[in-house]
């Protein structure tokens, strides 16, 4: 704790090009969702002021969306558009930006080195995650993003979370590598990448470790209609496999384990919606003529 409360300094601050916006259910970033429907029964029973809908801007461009929990101190799910191709290249950052909005909406993003004593109130710092054999892991992946911007944009503490290390850079990095591969194919990639809350934390209530991290995708055409979809969950210890399985399978194992029954991620499931042929006017006519199948005496 004591680490936890030098951090207290007070530094001028100094406007940082990341500059996330707070707004009610995602209001400037609803595209990155499909269909511009968000998640549904992830905000739980959690109070209003403990949830924080975030427009994750780098610069002048908003690259994707994240759902915060100010008592937890982690996001509860990020989302995003995959619009990586091939492989990841770019100078990868090595510090993590904060986000004094979720103290006072009138902040921009400042560089932890302009910390106030405020700041660890409401979300995890880089101190949170010293000496804890736990990384600082992305649920927005540095490698699914094409431009340095893009990329620098995932450095933020809002969308990360304290991520068993041995899995982060083990299975956990591999299925976000066949996530590329799967995309291949795809005009439009939308991704959510969550986690379900555990019962154990970094220090003494400080940051919640996850006791599950999970990921969804939804592949769409040149017409925005829907070609494939899967989903991941992973128990957050030692470096276990993924099970990959049908975005609908996910969504029964999360109402279990989050014990919500409202979960939904995409709108339909990603599932091509069928729609019911009409008969035309000629079908018509025609069975006026057809004999009708005798009846039974």
């Known amino acids: 704790m004591k680490m936890m409360l030098s951090l207290g300094w007070l530094f001028i601050a100094i406007v940082h090009t990341a500059e996330p916006l707070i707004s009610d259910n995602f209001s400037n970033c609803r595209d ?93 710092v880089n101190a949170d995650y010293e000496k804890t054999g736990y990384h600082r892991g992305h649920l927005n992946p540095v490698c699914h993003h094409e431009t340095q911007e893009g990329q620098d944009a995932t450095f933020t503490l809002t969308n990360v979370v304290p991520m068993n290390s041995k899995l982060n850079i083990g299975k956990w990095r591999v299925y976000e590598a066949n996530i590329l591969k799967k995309a291949e194919e795809c005009t439009t990639m939308y991704v959510v990448t969550g986690i379900v809350p555990g019962n154990n934390w970094l220090y003494i209530n400080r940051v919640n470790i996850p006791s599950y991290v999970w990921n969804a995708y939804c592949c769409v055409g040149k017409d925005s209609m829907p070609i494939k979809s899967g989903a991941g969950i992973v128990e957050n210890y030692d470096n276990k496999p993924v099970n990959e399985m049908k975005i609908n399978e996910l969504q029964e194992e999360l109402k279990k384990l989050l014990m919500n029954k409202g979960i939904s991620i995409f709108q339909n499931n990603c599932e091509l919606q069928h729609k019911r042929r009409r008969v035309s006017r000629n079908a018509s006519s025609m069975s006026g003529h057809l004999q009708p199948s005798p009846q039974a005496p």
């Open 32 to 124: 990155y969702f499909y269909k511009e429907q968000l998640p549904q029964g992830f905000d739980g029973n959690r109070g209003i002021n403990s949830l924080a809908y975030i427009c994750q801007q780098y610069g002048n461009t908003i690259y994707f969306a994240s759902l915060y929990d100010r008592d937890w101190r982690i996001p509860l799910y990020s989302a995003y558009i995959l619009d990586r191709r091939n492989e990841c290249l770019g100078e990868r950052k090595h510090n993590f930006d904060i986000e004094p909005q979720l103290i006072e909406l009138n902040h921009n993003m400042q560089s932890e080195s302009e910390i106030t004593s405020e700041i660890p109130k409401s979300q995890a």
